[in-house]
Structures are given as C-alpha cells and as structure tokens.
C-alpha cells in the first residue's frame, strides 16, 4: 500500500511564496505520473500541475507560469513550488499518484492566501 503525505501548507500574503513537498512509501513511484491537485470551497477538485514519470511537466492555465512542479525519484518525492500567490489560490492541496486505474491520495494541505 503506497502513502503519500504532504507537508508545507500555511498562511502567506498575497504576492508570497509556499512551496508544498510529498513523500511517498513504497517502490512503484517512479512509474507513476504525479499530480498536484486542489479543492477550493464551493468548486469541484482540479488538477493544477503534473508531472510524467519521464519528466513532462503540464499546469491549469490558472497556475501557469507561476507553479513549478519537480519530483526526486531517487527520494521518492514531489514538490510544488508556488510563488505570486493569490487569494484564489486558497485551498487544500493534494498529492497524487496516478498510473492507468491506479490512484494514491495524501490526505491534504491547506494553503490559505490573505489578501
């Protein structure tokens, strides 16, 4: 059973930067495409950024140019650095891994951007 727990939510001002990072147990996660996803209140779950496990990477045209997705094999992890932060960026952030029918869950972590 693979874990992924995530790590790196908080507070920040609009205009400032937080960088989410999520480990995952197991072996399988270099075979496995990596997504970052967020839930806002009100709004169904969206994939913001994704990464293959050949190293392509693809973002919502709403983080565009301001998200950054990377992954460590080698340390089994993947990270979301975030910077230009805006109020509508507030919400809770999950790691997933995800490979044909396949799908792991971390449990969350909220990011809440003031104005």
């Known amino acids: 059973q693979v874990q992924l727990v995530e790590s790196g939510g908080g507070l920040v001002q609009a205009g400032g930067s937080l960088t989410l990072s999520c480990a995952a147990s197991g072996s399988i996660f270099s075979f496995y495409t990596t997504n970052w996803d967020r839930q806002v209140r009100g709004k169904e779950r969206e994939l913001v950024a994704t990464m293959s496990s050949g190293g392509r990477n693809g973002y919502s045209d709403s983080v565009n140019g301001r998200f950054t997705i990377s992954r460590d094999n080698a340390k089994n992890t993947v990270s979301l650095e975030m910077n230009s932060l805006k109020p509508e960026d507030t919400g809770v952030y999950y790691c997933?891994?995800?490979?044909?029918?396949?799908?792991?869950w971390g449990q969350g972590t909220q990011v809440t951007v003031s104005s």
């Open positions: 997933n891994l995800a490979r044909g029918i396949s799908n792991y």
